[in-house]
Antibody, heavy 116, light 110 residues
Framework: QLMESGGGLVKPGGSLRLSCVASGFSLNGYSMNWVRQAPGQGLEWVSSISTGSSYIYYADSVRGRFTVSRDNAVNSLYLQMNSLRAEDTAVYFC????????????WGQGTLVSVS | QSVLTQPPSTSGTPGQRVSISCSGSTSNIGANNVCWYQQLPGMAPKLLIYGNDQRPSGVPDRFSGSKSGTSVSLAISGLRSEDEADYYCASWDDSLSGWVFGGGTKVTVL
């Protein structure tokens, strides 16, 4: 199971840190991802991080503003979001990558980030 | 504008077969496996198909996937009311070095 937290209302230009805690499995065996969904819109991949944090990828829309990290010791994934914009308003899901090359086989319920 | 192109909606009556297309390019679908996700209203996405045509355990065999070149399709046979949801295709894109999703297709059971 994956559980996100840290969402909320923030002003444009502000910062927020999302967390995702895994239970029932060890996070250090899996690459992890953040995927977001703006209100009434489709899914948009945000970032991926490999098991040992050696490989990190970002969508162009967030590169330079968001930072993904993980702490395998506490089974947690993080997303530090800076310089937030109105268009970052979305539900943010964390998702487990089953094999390091997809698919995303487990998803959290999401946490809502509102920038206004 | 999504990198992968899906029709915004489709519909069918119970028992019918519906198909959803997803079109990409040589840098994503043409080069990598594709997954399909089902998102019921108000819920998180759920993995439906992986590796173009493989079903995770627990997914009914009414759902099937296929791939040809730079396009994939998801078919739902014996349509049921509980299949009413949004469906997304996804693939790794070698040029973008990131995952890309289709815009989603809303399936309505009439």
């Amino acid at each position: 199971q994956l559980m996100e937290s840290g969402g909320g209302l923030v002003k444009p230009g502000g910062s927020l840190r999302l967390s995702c805690v895994a239970s029932g499995f060890s996070l250090n065996g899996y690459s992890m991802n953040w995927v977001r969904q703006a209100p009434g819109q489709g899914l948009e991949w945000v970032s991926s991080i490999s098991t040992g944090s050696s490989y990190i990828y970002y969508a162009d829309s967030v590169r330079g503003r968001f930072t993904v990290s993980r702490d395998n010791a506490v089974n947690s994934l993080y997303l530090q979001m800076n310089s937030l914009r109105a268009e970052d308003t979305a539900v943010y899901f964390c998702a487990r990558d089953a094999r390091g090359s997809g698919p995303f086989d487990q998803w959290g319920q999401g946490t809502l980030v509102s920038v206004s | 504008q999504s990198v992968l192109t899906q029709p915004p909606s489709t519909s069918g009556t119970p028992g019918q077969r519906v198909s959803i297309s997803c079109s990409g390019s040589t840098s994503n679908i043409g080069a990598n496996n594709v997954c399909w996700y089902q998102q019921l209203p108000g819920m998180a996405p759920k993995l439906l198909i992986y590796g173009n045509d493989q079903r995770p355990s627990g997914v009914p065999d009414r759902f099937s996937g296929s791939k040809s070149g730079t396009s994939v399709s998801l078919a739902i046979s014996g349509l049921r009311s509980e299949d009413e949801a949004d469906y997304y295709c996804a693939s790794w894109d070698d040029s973008l070095s990131g995952w890309v999703f289709g815009g989603g297709t809303k399936v309505t059971v009439l």
